[in-house]
């Protein structure tokens, strides 16, 4: 995970947490701004997290049937991992498609009970979400298909999608979608998937409503309607509770915070959450806001709640003894590896439609390393043209040294559809 450009609030944290004396390990692919701050620095080949989270879990544990992963340059961070009084572990995708991620949220969880890090504050896992949400619909059950996307949506007669563009992220779902799938589709805008949907539900966005959302460490907070409704959008949830109606189906909530005491009851972890707790403030410290100006500056007052963090999903006394997946072994192809990264103003169609923030958008262009453009003979800022998932692309192309030998790297949300890491062959070169 880059944190500085997906999570760059975690990414300031973590930089002050080594100002006051915490060790830091930075383990990716390519070079991050945050490794200026680490105690060790691991760089691994694009595809082989796995593998090196495994060595961290052999170097600690010296279970044999790991002895393939064993690596002498981890010894070192492995070990001050290990002896760690307290040890948090957080974890990304890039580079992984997500039996690679699923496979590196065990390794990294298992390195966490082994070294005794499993239920205490201060302690723990923490997901690299793509979006603020994300953490919250996997808590009440929301999780991707066993199967993949692709194969699911071939066998389904009816898909009913919100919240989401899938033709957008992957041009080769249109055929899927369009042959014979019954399309719902529950958005804000007009997207590509949309357009080609049998039924639009318009959707309102999140600063037209209430509820709360989950953060990656458990924070569960409430947030509130700032403008009003825009037409006659609805709420999702009012959204899925008219058409549960319609099918038959009693939902009986009257209210988002309805939504809220129902998934308190359901899911363990969020017992006794409410919209009234979530919205309980104290004094904090340092002060922020009030009318003081010199201690306050230019914050408000929060009079909307602090939210609650949510206890963790095991405690120290239980058994925490959790499996591993050994990564996949894929075959070396040519060319290059097409891989897609995320870049801090590069979160979708939302942004895309800001003029004010239109200046400082990512760029769709293709970054390769230079020693590698100049064996295939491309300069800085050439267009090329390349082949992936049986479409073709063309691209301008910038040099820069951080990108990592046989790898392109793309922006992963301006346009050009990829969304795993993908092995390419570029064609042509003007």
Not at 57 to 70: G, H, W
Request: negative net charge.
């Amino acid at each position: 995970s880059d944190l500085h450009e997906q999570a760059p609030i975690w990414w300031l944290r973590l930089k002050q947490a080594t100002e006051r004396g915490a060790q830091l390990i930075v383990a990716n692919a390519r070079p991050t701004s945050l490794e200026k701050y680490a105690a060790h620095t691991i760089r691994y080949p694009y595809k082989r997290a796995v593998h090196t989270a495994l060595g961290f879990l052999q170097a600690v544990s010296e279970r044999a049937d790991l002895s393939q992963f064993k690596d002498k340059s981890l010894q070192k961070a492995a070990r001050l991992f290990a002896k760690a009084e307290n040890a948090i572990i957080f974890y990304g995708g890039e580079g992984l498609d997500h039996t690679g991620s699923k496979a590196l949220a065990q390794a990294c969880a298992s390195l966490l009970s082994i070294t005794g890090h499993v239920g205490r504050a201060n302690n723990g896992l923490i997901a690299v979400w793509p979006r603020a949400n994300s953490q919250g619909a996997w808590d009440v059950g929301l999780r991707p298909s066993p199967s993949g996307l692709v194969k699911t949506l071939e066998q389904a007669s009816t898909a009913y999608v919100m919240g989401a563009d899938p033709v957008a992220d992957d041009a080769s779902l249109e055929g899927i979608l369009g042959e014979n799938t019954f399309l719902i589709v529950q958005e804000l805008f007009l997207t590509p998937t949309a357009k080609m949907a049998d039924v639009v539900f318009p959707a309102r966005s999140f600063i037209e409503r209430e509820g709360t959302f989950t953060s990656g460490e458990h924070r569960v907070q409430r947030f509130y309607p700032a403008v009003l409704p825009i037409g006659e959008t609805k709420s999702d949830w009012r959204i899925v509770v008219s058409l549960a109606k319609a099918m038959g189906i009693e939902m009986d909530y009257p209210s988002a915070a309805a939504v809220m005491l129902d998934v308190a009851e359901s899911v363990a972890e969020y017992k006794g959450l409410s919209y009234q707790a979530l919205s309980e403030v104290e004094p904090q410290w340092p002060h922020v806001g009030d009318r003081s100006l010199p201690f306050g500056g230019t914050a408000f007052e929060n009079t909307q709640g602090l939210g609650i963090q949510i206890g963790p999903t095991m405690m120290p006394d239980e058994p925490s003894e959790i499996a591993w997946t050994m990564p996949v072994e894929e075959p070396e192809e040519e060319g290059l590896l097409l891989v897609p990264i995320t870049h801090l103003y590069d979160p979708g169609i939302t942004v895309r439609a800001s003029k004010v923030l239109h200046a400082r958008l990512a760029k769709l262009q293709l970054e390769l390393n230079p020693k590698d453009a100049s064996r295939l003979g491309v300069g800085d800022g050439a267009q090329v043209e390349f082949r992936v998932d049986g479409r073709s692309v063309r691209l301008l192309t910038r040099l820069v040294e951080s990108v990592p030998e046989g790898t392109a790297l793309v922006p992963r949300s301006l346009g050009a559809q990829v969304v795993r890491p993908t092995p390419i062959q570029i064609t042509s070169v003007e």
